[in-house]
């Protein structure tokens, strides 16, 4: 992943439009990353869940994540609803993965 600054730290002033633009190509490139490193990870659990005979769902484990999420959002102060809504579809896209794998 690329070097970014912490969350309130990007020193606007002395950025151009092309910078800050350069700022969020590099922000979305990790993004992606992130989401896939998760979905192979998902693709993982998938196996180790059908050794055991567990079904894809586990709707206490979504919770937690999504408590997770909002508290994150809560954190960086950013819209909480929002970031949750990001992470519902990250899970959906997870047991999609992890369906299409059984
Ligand atoms: O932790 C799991 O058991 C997963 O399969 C991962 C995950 C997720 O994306 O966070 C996906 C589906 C489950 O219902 C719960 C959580």
């Given at each position: 992943m690329s070097e970014s600054n912490t969350p309130g730290e990007t020193p606007t002033e002395d950025m151009?439009?092309?910078?800050?633009?350069?700022?969020?190509?590099?922000?979305?490139?990790?993004?992606?990353?992130?989401?896939?490193r998760r979905t192979y990870v998902a693709d993982t659990i998938a196996q180790v869940k059908a050794e055991q005979g567990l079904p894809t769902t586990d709707e206490?484990?979504?919770?937690?994540?999504?408590?997770?999420a909002g508290a994150n959002a809560e954190k960086y102060d950013v819209e909480s609803n929002l970031v949750k809504a990001i992470f519902r579809l990250l899970i959906e896209l997870n047991k999609v993965e992890q369906r299409e794998n059984r």
């Open positions: 151009s439009l092309d910078d800050l633009r350069e700022e969020i190509r590099m922000i979305d490139h990790d993004i992606v990353e992130l989401i896939a206490s484990q979504e919770q937690a994540v999504m408590d997770r």
